[in-house]
C-alpha cells in the first residue's frame, strides 16, 4: 500500500512560478515511476511530467522547457517546479506513482492550481 500526499499548490499571476512536492509513504518499490497529472474544469486528466526511479523524464510537449520533474530517493520525494505559468495551466494537480510488479496505479487527492490572466 502507498499513500501519496501533494502540497504547494496556490494562486499566482500569468507568467509567476509555483514548486509542488508530493510524499510518498507505505510500501514503495524501488522500481517505479512516478509523475504529475493535471485536470482542468470540463476537461480530461492529462499527464503532464513523468520521472522513473532510474531518472528518466518525460513530459507533455505543452510544458517543456517550463516544468521540471525532479525526485529526492531518500526522502520518497517528487517535485515539479513550474516557471511562467498561463491559465492554461490551471487544475487540480495530482500525484501518481506505478510500481513493479503490478504497477497498478497510486494517486493523491490533488492539489489545486489557480493562475489568474
Known amino acids: 500500500q502507498v499513500q501519496l500526499v501533494e502540497s504547494g499548490g496556490g494562486l499566482v499571476q500569468t507568467g509567476g512560478s509555483l514548486r509542488l512536492s508530493c510524499a510518498a509513504s507505505?510500501?514503495?518499490?524501488?522500481?517505479?515511476?512516478m509523475g504529475w497529472y493535471r485536470q482542468a474544469p470540463g476537461k480530461q486528466r492529462e499527464l503532464v511530467a513523468t520521472m522513473t526511479s532510474g531518472g528518466v523524464t518525460n513530459y507533455v510537449n505543452s510544458v517543456k522547457g517550463r516544468f521540471t520533474i525532479s525526485r529526492d530517493n531518500a526522502k520518497n520525494t517528487v517535485y515539479l517546479q513550474m516557471n511562467n505559468l498561463t491559465p492554461e495551466d490551471a487544475g487540480v494537480y495530482y500525484c501518481?506513482?506505478?510500481?513493479?510488479?503490478?504497477?497498478?496505479?497510486?494517486w493523491g487527492l490533488g492539489t489545486q492550481v489557480t493562475v489568474s490572466s
Open positions: 501518481n506513482m506505478a510500481a513493479f510488479p503490478t504497477w497498478s496505479q497510486n
Open positions: 507505505g510500501r514503495i518499490s524501488s522500481i517505479n515511476v
